[in-house]
Structure formats: structure tokens, C-alpha cells
């Protein structure tokens, strides 16, 4: 007889349990619209308005990706589709 293992049902790996959100990603997904909301609401010297409404959908997009909280291929089609609803881009 040989040393080698006798060939059986394959092995197939567990299922992979509900991945949660974590706290960072939770935080993230309430502090991006806030951030948006609040750097559209205060006015930042002299910039045009389509600069100032640029400047708070990267604010946004930039807590998304520091957080996590959408993975950053969406987050970055998200920024660039809200550039063009806001008639930035």
C-alpha cells in the first residue's frame, strides 16, 4: 500500500458568517452627510458656487473612504454621480 491520503468528498469551506458593519463604517455613514451638509451650509471665503458645492462633496466622499463605510469603488462613482447632479462636473 502507499502513503498516500485515499481520495474522499472534497472538502468545502464554511460558510463565512454576516459581516457587521463596524463602528468606524456606522460612524462614517452618519458623519458624511453631515459633513456634506454643514460645508454647504457655511460659506468658505470666496469661492464660486459650484467650487463651495464641490468643496462639501469632497469633504463627504473623503469620511467615506477615511471610514470605510461603502467600499471606495462606490464611494467614488458616489462623489463623481453627486458632482453632476449638483451641476458641478
Same mark, same amino acid.
Given at each position: 500500500?502507499?502513503?498516500? #491520503? ?5 472538502? +468545502?469551506?464554511?460558510?463565512? #458568517? ?14 458624511? #452627510?453631515?459633513?456634506?451638509? +454643514? ?8 469661492? #464660486? ?41
Amino acid at each position: 500500500m502507499s502513503d498516500r #491520503p485515499t481520495a474522499g468528498p472534497p472538502v +468545502l469551506p464554511t460558510a463565512r #458568517p454576516p459581516v457587521h458593519p463596524s463602528a468606524r463604517a456606522r460612524a462614517g455613514a452618519v458623519l458624511a #452627510p453631515a459633513v456634506f451638509v +454643514l460645508l454647504l451650509a457655511l460659506p468658505i471665503g470666496t469661492l #464660486p458656487a459650484s467650487a463651495h458645492r464641490l468643496a462639501a462633496v469632497l469633504g463627504a466622499v473623503v469620511v467615506l473612504w477615511v471610514t470605510e463605510a461603502l467600499p471606495l469603488a462606490v464611494t467614488a462613482l458616489l462623489g463623481a454621480a453627486i458632482c453632476v447632479l449638483l451641476g458641478v462636473a
